[in-house]
């Protein structure tokens, strides 16, 4: 075990660097007092952190998947807005006490993730800075540019009513994989079924490629904190209601039936599952599974609306509709804005 104190931060920086690819529009990358690219276009900026105890554990902690995740959020948040990633800046802070190796693996599942991003989008994603600093607990902040044409940044304000709503990749999974952890399930000690959840928590896959072809959207988010929570934001933005089609999210809801007969049985049995997780406490399998997919967050789907003559490709599913009003409603009944959010509120 090699400590991070025993390295100094020169060495360790030019250690957790080695993979960062070359790209042309980075003309001074790491190692001088800050960056110089050349953006093409207007610049998206995004900023988001992981704090150890409020987003993860050291339980359940693999360094790996948790570079995947910081890279993976920041990510979402700049293709949300219809932009190109341009790069990341990433600061992290650690216990000085941590292994090299450690840290090697969380810059790993950061260049994993924005290499899996770029060849999506056909775009180099360097990291272009950052800052490295020692800390009783882990925190990773990432700030994630991307460049967009003028006047093509995609905005929540956008919808209108008679525009379907679209979605690519998931939600509910990484919710659930969240509540099978706070059940006692581990990668090792479940199915590929249920690990796959976890898997989904731990490091989100969003579609990026989805992107390619989400064409004249009217809006777009990523679906951070909660499928009714981020809708709703788009419903007040846009000054529009939403009606989502319990028949078209079947889909999402099923595969999770199996999580949910776990955790509810966990919770019978007066196991850690008890009261635990984002989500409400639900009488049958089904109803937690829902709850999922309308409350759960950090899967990092992309939520669009488009009219009917703008559909999007592949990669999207049409999940309800936008129209006249102020609210969220599934099947027409009004849904609560119910999702994650910092300080309770």
Not at 27 to 37: H, K, M, N, Q, W
Not at 151 to 167: K, N, Q, T, V, W
Request: glycine fraction near 12%; include cysteine.
């Amino acid at each position: 075990m090699t400590r991070l104190s025993e390295l100094g931060e020169s060495h360790i920086i030019s250690r957790v660097l080695g993979r960062n690819p070359s790209s042309t529009h980075v003309i001074v990358g790491p190692g001088d007092d800050a960056a110089v690219t050349a953006p093409e276009g207007r610049l998206v900026s995004t900023a988001d952190m992981l704090v150890e105890n409020e987003d993860f554990t050291r339980e359940w902690l693999d360094w790996k998947k948790l570079g995947v995740k910081a890279a993976a959020q920041n990510l979402a948040d700049v293709c949300a807005m219809g932009a190109t990633p341009h790069g990341l800046l990433i600061s992290a802070a650690v216990p000085d006490d941590t292994d090299i190796v450690c840290l090697e693996a969380l810059y790993s599942g950061l260049f994993d993730e924005a290499e899996r991003a770029g060849t999506a989008l056909d775009c180099m994603v360097p990291i272009i800075g950052g800052d490295l600093s020692s800390s009783g607990l882990i925190v990773i902040a990432i700030t994630a540019l991307g460049t967009v044409g003028e006047e093509s940044a995609i905005l929540r304000s956008g919808a209108r009513p008679g525009d379907s709503l679209y979605l690519a990749g998931t939600v509910g999974r990484s919710a659930a994989g969240l509540d099978l952890l706070f059940a006692g399930a581990r990668p090792d000690t479940v199915g590929p079924e249920l690990r796959s959840l976890i898997d989904t928590q731990l490091a989100p896959q969003p579609d990026y490629g989805a992107l390619r072809t989400v064409g004249a959207a009217s809006a777009m988010i990523d679906v951070s904190d909660g499928l009714s929570l981020d809708l709703a934001r788009v419903a007040a933005a846009s000054g529009v209601g939403i009606d989502l089609d319990c028949s078209l999210l079947s889909d999402l809801v099923d595969p999770l039936l199996p999580a949910a007969e776990f955790v509810l049985e966990t919770r019978a049995t007066g196991g850690s599952g008890d009261g635990v997780g984002k989500t409400e406490v639900a009488a049958t399998a089904e109803d937690l599974a829902l709850s999922w997919v309308l409350d759960g967050g950090e899967d990092h789907g992309f939520a669009a609306s488009a009219p009917p003559s703008a559909v999007p490709g592949v990669g999207w599913r049409r999940i309800g509709e936008i129209r006249t009003g102020h609210d969220v409603s599934l099947d027409g009944t009004p849904v609560p804005a119910s999702g994650f959010s910092h300080f309770g509120k």
